[in-house]
């Protein structure tokens, strides 16, 4: 049963634009929130997070907004660009743990 | 410190056979963590220690998994009898505090099983 999901396999988005992925998660207790992007050949990197007392937070070019009551959270990035390109996983952390999503893949094109 | 280090990058290995695979972290990081990733799948959380002590360990993970982490330094994950399920990105992560601080991976081990 996938607690933490990410519907979208992929995402083609040009550069200078708007990317946002999606995530949705069912477990309610769930309370805190990291994004990671993964590159070939490489691990993942922590990206940004969020906790349930927010449902905004910025960093640079990135953003997060969570919906608890729809128990849906997003990333914004803007604008775009080709380095960018990578699988960008949505996380839970769950009594010092996290559970992933399947992740979504992001080509920013020229 | 270049980050964490997993050995070795590649295992191709006969079903049935044992392997084992290390993890280097960040050597100020106190906490190690293992997960394992399918292709399609994000990382699954297999097992993690905060120094030498291994705190939890998935239910998923089968008595043919032992993981150590001697004098909480570098770790060990081994696979007894290994089986073709078993094929996967094996993922080594440490952290200076819980899982909310964010973790730096390193760049895994693909297990091939045949």
């Known amino acids: 049963d996938q607690q933490v999901k990410q519907n979208s396999p992929s995402l083609s988005v040009q550069e200078g634009r708007i990317s946002i992925l999606n995530c949705d998660y069912t477990?309610?207790?769930?309370?805190?929130f990291l994004w990671y992007k993964k590159y070939p050949a490489e691990g993942p990197t922590f990206l940004i997070s969020?906790?349930?007392?927010?449902d905004k937070n910025e960093d640079g070019r990135f953003t997060v907004f969570l919906n608890k009551s729809a128990k849906h959270l997003s990333l914004h990035i803007v604008p775009s660009q080709p380095g960018d390109s990578a699988v960008y996983f949505c996380a839970a952390e769950d009594t010092d743990k996290l559970i992933f999503g399947t992740g979504t893949r992001l080509q920013v094109f020229p | 410190d270049t980050g964490v280090s997993q050995n070795p990058r590649h295992k191709i290995t006969k079903r049935g056979q044992n392997v084992t695979f290390r993890c280097d972290p960040i050597?100020?990081?106190?906490?190690l963590y293992w997960y394992r990733q399918t292709l399609g799948q994000g990382p699954e959380f297999l097992t993690y220690?905060?120094?030498?002590?291994?705190?939890?360990k998935s239910r998923l993970l089968s008595d043919r998994f032992s993981a150590e982490r001697p004098k909480g330094s570098f770790s060990t994950l081994e696979i007894q009898r290994t089986e073709q399920g078993d094929s996967a990105m094996y993922l080594c992560?440490?952290?200076?505090?819980?899982?909310?601080?964010?973790?730096?991976f390193g760049s895994g081990t693909r297990l091939t099983v045949v």
């Open positions: 477990n309610s207790m769930f309370d805190y």
């Open positions: 050597s100020e990081h106190n906490r």
């Open positions: 992560a440490s952290s200076i505090g819980d899982s909310r601080e964010g973790y730096t």
């Open positions: 969020i906790s349930s007392i927010k």
């Open positions: 220690f905060q120094n030498e002590a291994q705190l939890e």
